[in-house]
């Protein structure tokens, strides 16, 4: 995720350079910094799947499970509930196309800020409902806030080292170009199984945190004269 600051810092090192051709010795390298961002925000997808001969029955059948699911879930004001997807398909005999019966699915979205809350909403809908997914990942302010603190230590970092080498070579130097690059990490497959696994079992469920990692890549220019218009 490269964000307009980063694009225009990138820009104006790059016009600079291009007035002021490099004559110097140029090294390239990278400087990386992460920061941790709570998953103060939860997701869960819930379903209800069944089979029947007749798909206006079935449907009723279906439509009155979620109804009642939507009805329950939105007695708890701090989870946000929606309807999901509903798909409805055939069933065919084995060794021909003929249907003999059908099969529906439709979910339930709920979002919450509150784990315990949407784990104890989970939990009392599993008496009809199945758990499809469930995952906690940063808020995008949270996301944002751990961001541009990892951008500004990636940016340190990468300072400390063009000093560090330009000064082991007993050169002074200048930047030439800088690319700023982040990637917010979520939860991976195996914790939001867990996850959805510590819910089945009336487990506290953990929402953790995600490691946002920002790395910065660039190249700076060893001047020959120390006096030179150096930018340390």
Same mark, same amino acid.
């Given at each position: 995720m490269k964000y307009v600051a980063a694009a225009l810092l990138t820009f104006a090192l790059n016009?600079?350079?291009a007035e002021t051709k490099p004559t110097g010795t140029l090294i390239d390298?990278?400087?990386?910094?992460?920061?941790s961002a709570p998953n103060?925000?939860?997701?869960?997808?819930?379903y209800f799947e069944a089979t029947g001969a007749h798909a206006s029955e079935l449907s009723k059948r279906v439509n009155q499970a979620i109804s009642a699911a939507l009805a329950?879930? %939105?007695?708890?004001?701090?989870? %946000?509930?929606?309807?999901g997807s509903t798909q409805t398909y055939p069933v065919y005999a084995k060794g021909n196309r003929t249907i003999e019966s059908w099969r529906m699915r439709s979910e339930v979205l709920l979002e919450s800020r509150?784990?315990?809350?949407?784990?104890d909403l989970v939990g009392k809908l599993q008496a009809t409902l199945a758990v499809g997914s469930m995952r906690f990942t940063p808020a995008p302010e949270t996301l944002r806030k751990a961001d541009d603190e990892a951008a500004?230590?990636?940016?340190?970092?990468?300072?400390? %080292?063009?000093?560090?080498?330009?000064?082991?070579?007993?050169?002074?130097?200048r930047i030439v170009s800088i690319t700023i690059g982040s990637n917010g990490v979520p939860p991976a497959p195996s914790?939001?199984?867990?996850?959805?696994?510590?819910?089945?079992?009336s487990m506290p469920v953990e929402a953790g945190e995600s490691q946002i990692v920002v790395g910065v890549t660039g190249q700076i220019e060893l001047l020959e004269s120390a006096a030179s218009s150096a930018r340390p």
């Amino acid at each position: 995720m490269k964000y307009v600051a980063a694009a225009l810092l990138t820009f104006a090192l790059n016009a600079v350079a291009a007035e002021t051709k490099p004559t110097g010795t140029l090294i390239d390298f990278q400087a990386q910094a992460q920061r941790s961002a709570p998953n103060d925000v939860g997701y869960a997808t819930m379903y209800f799947e069944a089979t029947g001969a007749h798909a206006s029955e079935l449907s009723k059948r279906v439509n009155q499970a979620i109804s009642a699911a939507l009805a329950t879930a %939105k007695s708890h004001p701090e989870i %946000k509930v929606k309807s999901g997807s509903t798909q409805t398909y055939p069933v065919y005999a084995k060794g021909n196309r003929t249907i003999e019966s059908w099969r529906m699915r439709s979910e339930v979205l709920l979002e919450s800020r509150d784990a315990a809350a949407l784990s104890d909403l989970v939990g009392k809908l599993q008496a009809t409902l199945a758990v499809g997914s469930m995952r906690f990942t940063p808020a995008p302010e949270t996301l944002r806030k751990a961001d541009d603190e990892a951008a500004m230590d990636a940016l340190a970092a990468f300072q400390e %080292k063009a000093t560090r080498y330009a000064a082991a070579l007993k050169k002074q130097y200048r930047i030439v170009s800088i690319t700023i690059g982040s990637n917010g990490v979520p939860p991976a497959p195996s914790e939001r199984y867990a996850m959805m696994k510590a819910v089945a079992d009336s487990m506290p469920v953990e929402a953790g945190e995600s490691q946002i990692v920002v790395g910065v890549t660039g190249q700076i220019e060893l001047l020959e004269s120390a006096a030179s218009s150096a930018r340390p």
